[in-house]
T-cell receptor, first 116, second 112 residues
Framework: EPEVTQTPSHQVTQMGQEVILRCVPI?????FYWYRQILGQKVEFLVS????????KSEIFDDQFSVERPDGSNFTLKIRSTKLEDSAMYFC??????????????FGSGTRLTVV | KQEVTQIPAALSVPEGENLVLNCSFT??????LQWFRQDPGKGLTSLLL?????REQTSGRLNASLDKSSGRSTLYIAASQPGDSATYLC???????????FGTGTRLLVSP
């Protein structure tokens, strides 16, 4: 069964450093997403990406965050200057349609980001 | 603003029991609803997807129903097994949007 792959599985970074989280979505999917889950809290939407541009974003996704699809397979989330409160599990997801109407959303196994 | 609530927050049952997990949402203008399973420290595994025009979906021992007008969905797990122990998340997509709005989850423990 097709998978969404995320790397690394765990990243520790110092406050103020830049981090890039990487994802390889399912190959024939067109919509890509980032979500995050702070320990003990709900999974929260960050951003959706379609046709090489952001199609929807939450209030969490401020100027410190950016997304990119640098080639035909990778999808990245960059945090420019990490803060302690950015510590969370970050999930990448993809779907064939914008509302996940055909097969739903497929999530990766996540990157646990720890900011120290 | 869509709010998704799941009851109960935690549930502990002996193996073999049938159980029901509940999900409610405040805005009935949803496009679809998806149930996920999350194991501790792991990713989200999709269990069932229900389109807004559907009433239920089944996969193996799992059955999910949707009552859009009342803003409710239930996940029924038949003959529970210890391997079913996990957190179960409900999430909805509102019509015209792309983002999933997640519930708080139900943490299930099935003891042998």
């Amino acid at each position: 069964e097709p998978e969404v792959t995320q790397t690394p599985s765990h990243q520790v970074t110092q406050m103020g450093q830049e981090v890039i989280l990487r994802c390889v979505p399912i190959s024939n999917h067109l919509y890509f997403y980032w979500y995050r889950q702070i320990l003990g809290q709900k999974v929260e939407f960050l951003v959706s990406f379609y046709n090489n541009e952001i199609s929807e974003k939450s209030e969490i996704f401020d100027d410190q965050f950016s997304v990119e699809r640098p080639d035909g397979s990778n999808f990245t989330l960059k945090i420019r200057s990490t803060k302690l409160e950015d510590s969370a599990m970050y999930f990448c997801a993809s779907s064939g349609t914008g509302s996940g109407s055909l097969t739903g959303y497929t999530f990766g196994s996540g990157t646990r980001l720890t900011v120290v | 603003k869509q709010e998704v609530t799941q009851i109960p927050a935690a549930l502990s049952v002996p193996e073999g029991e049938n159980l029901v997990l509940n999900c409610s949402f405040t805005d009935s203008a949803i496009y679809n609803l998806q149930w996920f399973r999350q194991d501790p420290g792991k990713g989200l595994t999709s269990l069932l997807l229900i389109q807004s025009s559907q009433r239920e979906q089944t996969s193996g021992r799992l059955n999910a129903s949707l009552d859009k007008s009342s803003g409710r969905s239930t996940l029924y797990i038949a003959a529970s097994q210890p391997g079913d122990s996990a957190t179960y998340l409900c999430a909805v997509v509102n019509t015209g949007f792309q983002k999933l709005v997640f519930g708080t989850g139900t943490r299930l423990l099935v003891s042998p």
